[in-house]
């Protein structure tokens, strides 16, 4: 019976895979330096690792914000994909960590089983991401520079790059699998082991990767080699030790805000104020406000709904 219910985690994790699995090796295969199919499968496979190894944190803090019946966490699940495609449709950055929660919190709230403790540490750890994620580019920008720019030969810049672009792309779709699998099956976290939560949550998000990632993977490729190689691969190792950080805590967060703030710290590093698009800015604020609140009010609304007529 609970198969039926999975069937739109799945589809979330899918939808997660083919949009947040871009982050990660977008610079490196719009460079040549992996291709495409390589690199989507070197992803899913270290996304799997990610959630198998490091997930069950998330999990345990998405599980204790409230408590679930097995239609309660569909509707969560359900209300968050939708809230992402609205937001995605307007043109504003959304995040399925906030997504998740708010739809999860909307319920919560009618049923008055809000852990409210839990509420506060993930919104810390929300505002922390991109302010966490320049400092981490800032510095590493620095301290992998010093050291790069000693390297003579032109022959071995560009390979040291490959090398890195590579690793770190490996390094990100762990840490990525590690943060977001709990947006995935967090809410049914309840119903079945972390081991199998993080199994089809890892598996759903690595079938998106390398179903359907490759538009948007250049894309946000193009994006972030605006900066140059060396700035836009800093980018990414920002991005995955942010997240891996927060994986660690048990808090899932935004890869796509993290991306953002890591590409400000890179470029604040190099001298370079340009790379920080107010426009960019104002969206990602905006849709850090609304995703969580939209996702909320749907989540509420359609539970409230159906209560009236079924006993939920």
Same mark, same amino acid.
């Given at each position: ?6 069937? #739109?985690?799945?589809?979330f ?9 871009? /982050? ?6 719009? /460079? ?10 070197i992803?899913?496979?270290?996304v799997?690792l990610g ?5 069950? %944190? ?13 239609v ?5 699940v359900?209300?968050?994909?939708v809230?992402m495609?609205?937001?995605t ?10 997504a998740?929660m ?20 993930v919104?810390?750890?929300?505002i ?5 994620a320049i ?7 620095k301290t ?5 720019? %000693?390297? #003579? ?21 762990y840490?990525l699998?590690? /943060?977001?699998?709990? /947006? ?8 079945l ?5 993080a199994?089809i949550? $890892?598996?759903?998000?690595g079938? $998106?990767?390398?179903?359907?990632s490759?538009?948007?993977m250049y894309?946000? $490729? ?7 190689y060396?700035s ?17 805590? $048990?808090? #899932?967060?935004?890869?796509s ?6 590409v400000?710290?890179?470029g ?6 340009h ?5 960019t800015? %104002? ?8 995703? #969580?609140l939209i ?6 609304l359609?539970?409230?709904?159906l ?6």
């Amino acid at each position: 019976m609970i198969i039926v219910y999975l069937v #739109p985690v799945i589809f979330f994790g899918w939808s997660l895979g083919a949009n947040d699995g871009a /982050n990660v090796f977008g610079p490196t295969v719009i /460079n040549g330096i992996i291709k495409y199919r390589n690199a989507v499968l070197i992803s899913a496979g270290f996304v799997l690792l990610g959630a198998m190894l490091d997930g069950r %944190k998330g999990l345990e803090t998405l599980s204790a914000v409230s408590s679930q019946t097995l239609v309660s966490a569909t509707i969560s699940v359900i209300c968050a994909a939708v809230s992402m495609t609205i937001m995605t449709y307007i043109g504003i950055p959304a995040s399925s960590s906030q997504a998740m929660m708010g739809s999860i919190i909307g319920i919560g709230l009618l049923k008055s089983s809000v852990d409210w403790s839990v509420i506060i540490k993930v919104i810390i750890c929300w505002i922390a991401t991109p302010i966490g994620a320049i400092f981490f580019a800032f510095v590493l920008y620095k301290t992998i520079g010093y050291f790069f720019n %000693k390297i #003579p030969s032109i022959v071995g810049k560009n390979m040291l790059l490959k090398i890195m672009g590579i690793v770190i792309g490996a390094y990100g779709s762990y840490a990525l699998g590690a /943060n977001n699998v709990a /947006n995935v099956t967090g809410p049914f976290a309840e119903f079945l082991d972390f081991e199998m939560a993080a199994l089809i949550g $890892g598996l759903s998000i690595g079938f $998106g990767i390398i179903s359907y990632s490759k538009k948007v993977m250049y894309t946000v $490729g193009k994006s972030i080699v605006q900066l140059d190689y060396f700035s836009s691969v800093i980018s990414v190792f920002a991005l995955s030790f942010t997240l891996w950080i927060f994986a660690l805590i $048990g808090v #899932p967060v935004s890869s796509s805000q993290a991306i953002v703030g890591a590409v400000i710290g890179a470029g604040l590093a190099r001298g370079s104020t340009h790379t920080i698009n107010k426009k960019t800015v %104002k969206k990602i604020s905006l849709g850090w406000l609304s995703t #969580p609140l939209i996702s909320g009010i749907f989540s509420a609304l359609i539970f409230f709904v159906l209560s009236l007529f079924f006993k939920l």
